[in-house]
Structures are given as structure tokens and as C-alpha cells.
């Protein structure tokens, strides 16, 4: 894809404005960092940080068959939600892999409220219509293009969040949302995200996402709100273990190899790959996304090899230089058996093979 034919969203101008460095992404223009990656994610971690993820697909499922519909094509357990929870669930293949993970918001009976990835958009709306053959009275309809949506992540975004809206944020929960008004735009408010702090995801009509975008910069000036770009949203749900779809997850990994069994409810009925998952958990997996710490100097990246008693055992799928710990850290597919928290593995690195040790994910977890 040419630069000419990338999408921009409806707050390019605001990134430009303020000084974000563009770069592609998933077929957009997008900001991979404004002042510096490591300055904007310590103060997503330490105070409040502010995102622009209208790139993301929203899709709705609606009709008398809506929520019948949710749990055929997802693992989790749909019907456990009641209006105004969310839940995070995987989009399966009938091979029980990953078409996609994902965010089902439950608007009523009949109208649920997808988020998925955006570089899988489409793919992912493809999907779902395809499975409507086997439903009637359900319509996929491809919402992406009615929202914007605007992450504010951190210790105090709910402080910086809360003067601009009435709705009394402290009422809604985590993996809860409601809708109300924000600066005075009707607006869907989610307790989400992706960077392991507290925080909020607001949708509203692109149109009014420009002048929400400066208010927030303006009201959050006293908490020392930064916008915040691509690069510090990769390290921050980096040092929480949140999967990257196309690099820790994609349509070959299972959830239980991804250390997600807790998405997968086999109790709840048949669902697409629910007889190689119910197999899976039954006679075990034989290879396990882990995290390891780099013990010699290096840092391991997507695509390196994992070693271990002079073979290649696995790859990397994630690797960096963590901020919030100062360590350089990774995640990778490695067998069951040399799973363990303390073995000791090697990453090759320019032909070089480095010491690491697996240790324990997540690597951060915020205080509560």
C-alpha cells in the first residue's frame, strides 16, 4: 500500500499539529510517538496518557439471534453478560485458532457490540457475514467508520476524564460501560484497554473527536496528560503480557497455548473449534507462549530464535526493552516441557546466541 492510499483518521490533523512522528499502520497514518516512546509511556504508567485508536474495527451483531450467534463464533461465555458489560473473547476458526481476539460489549438482547483489531477489520467482517448463513434473523454491520475512539490510560485518567463528562465514572467498573455524554458529545464510555493502567475508552462520532482530543489536552494539562503514540502502546501492553494479534496470536495458535484458557468455556455449548479445544484441554498442549528475561546483554525481537540445549525450540513473538522494570524482556512459543519458570534458554540475536531464563508473565501488574 502507497502513502497516498493510507486512511487517516479523523484526528490526523491533531497529530500533525502537535508533533506526532506518522508512520503506516494496519492502512492508516498513525502517530508512532510524539515527544519520545520511553517519556510517553512513563507517563501513561505515572499519570495519564491519551490515544488515538479510531483506527480499531467496530462491528455490530444485531437481531433475534444476536447473542446465539456471539457464542457460535467466540469462545467465551456470552451469555454471562448482562447490558453495559464487556468481555474479552477470542473469534475463532473451526481449527479452535484465532481468526482475531476481540471485545464483545453487550448492548441488549438483541445488539452486541464488537471491537476488534484494525488490521483485521475486514477480515473479521468477512468472517462473521459468512457464518450468517447458518442464522437467520442476525445482521453484521460494519460500524468503523461511525466512531472515533479515544483511549485515556493511566493512574489519573479517570480524574482528568471526569471533568468533562457527567456520567459519574467512579460507578462504572472494569470491563463495564455506559453511555452518556462526554464534553457534551453522546458518547459510548468503556472501563478498557490495552496498557495494563486504568483507564477508559471513549467512541463518539468522528466528527466531534477533534474538539474532545484538545479539551482532554487542555483539561489534563494539571495532571501532565501526553498524547501518546503507537511505540508506547506496544511497551506498555508489552510489559503487562497482552497478546498481539500477528505476533503473540494469530489463526495457527490455540488459546490454551496462548496461556488464554481462561476465554474458553467449553461448558457453554458447541462453538466453532469447540471439539479441538475440548481435545486440547484434554490431553494437553504441547508447546506454551512464555516469558523469559535476558540474562546476557541484548534484546531479543519478533522472529529471533529460541534455543535450548544447542536446537531450536521456538521464537520469539514478542521481545523488548521494558520502561516501566528496566530489563529486556520477551514472550515466545517454546515446548510444554521446557515451560518452566527458571529454565534457562538462549536467544539468537545477529548469529549470536544470548542467555535469557523464562520467568513468570505478566511482567507488570499494576497496584490495585
Not at 463464533?73 to 473451526?94: E, H, P, W
Not at 466512531?147 to 479517570?158: E, M, N, S, T
Not at 544447542?310 to 514472550?331: D, F, I, Q, Y
Request: aromatic share 8%; net charge negative.
Amino acid at each position: 500500500m502507497t502513502r497516498h492510499e493510507l486512511l487517516r483518521t479523523p484526528l490526523y490533523d491533531c497529530h500533525v499539529e502537535a508533533g506526532g512522528r506518522i508512520v503506516p499502520f494496519a492502512g492508516f497514518e498513525m502517530p508512532v510517538q510524539y515527544v519520545g516512546v520511553i517519556e510517553e509511556h512513563h507517563a501513561v504508567r505515572k499519570a495519564v496518557g491519551l490515544f488515538d485508536v479510531s483506527h480499531m474495527g467496530e462491528i455490530d451483531i444485531v437481531g433475534r439471534r444476536a447473542l446465539e450467534f456471539v457464542q457460535h463464533v467466540t469462545c467465551n461465555d456470552a451469555s454471562k453478560l448482562v447490558a453495559g458489560r464487556a468481555q474479552y473473547s477470542g473469534l475463532m476458526t473451526r481449527r479452535g485458532t484465532f481468526v482475531d481476539d476481540l471485545l464483545v460489549h453487550k448492548i441488549s438482547d438483541e445488539h452486541y457490540f464488537l471491537v476488534v483489531n484494525a488490521a483485521n477489520k475486514d477480515k473479521d467482517y468477512a468472517y462473521l457475514c459468512a457464518q450468517t448463513e447458518e442464522f437467520d434473523h442476525v445482521e453484521v454491520i460494519d460500524r468503523s467508520a461511525d466512531y472515533a475512539q479515544i483511549a485515556v490510560q493511566g493512574p489519573l485518567a479517570q480524574q482528568v476524564l471526569q471533568r468533562l463528562t457527567p456520567v459519574p465514572l467512579a460507578d462504572i467498573k472494569y470491563y463495564r460501560f455506559v453511555e452518556g455524554k462526554v464534553d457534551g458529545e453522546p458518547a459510548i464510555i468503556a472501563r478498557t484497554g490495552y496498557t495494563g493502567e486504568d483507564g477508559f475508552e471513549v467512541y463518539l462520532d468522528p466528527t466531534a473527536a477533534p474538539g474532545l482530543w484538545h479539551r482532554l489536552l487542555e483539561v489534563g494539562r494539571p495532571e501532565g496528560i501526553m498524547p501518546c503514540g503507537l511505540g508506547c502502546r506496544d511497551t506498555l501492553r508489552f510489559e503487562a503480557c497482552m497478546p498481539l494479534y500477528g505476533n503473540d496470536i494469530d489463526d495457527t495458535t490455540t488459546p490454551f497455548e496462548a496461556g488464554l484458557g481462561w476465554i474458553v468455556k467449553l461448558d457453554k455449548g458447541a462453538f466453532l473449534g469447540h471439539d479441538v479445544l475440548a481435545r486440547q484441554h484434554a490431553e494437553g498442549i504441547r508447546r506454551k507462549l512464555v516469558g523469559f528475561a535476558m540474562t546476557g546483554r541484548g534484546i531479543a525481537r519478533h522472529g529471533y530464535p529460541i534455543w535450548h540445549g544447542g536446537k531450536p525450540v521456538g521464537t520469539v513473538t514478542s521481545g523488548s526493552h521494558a520502561p516501566t522494570l528496566g530489563r529486556a524482556l520477551g514472550m515466545g512459543y517454546v515446548p510444554v516441557e521446557l515451560a518452566a519458570t527458571g529454565t534457562h534458554i538462549e536467544i539468537e540475536i545477529r548469529g549470536q546466541k544470548v542467555a535469557a531464563e523464562i520467568v513468570e508473565m505478566p511482567f507488570y501488574r499494576r497496584a490495585r
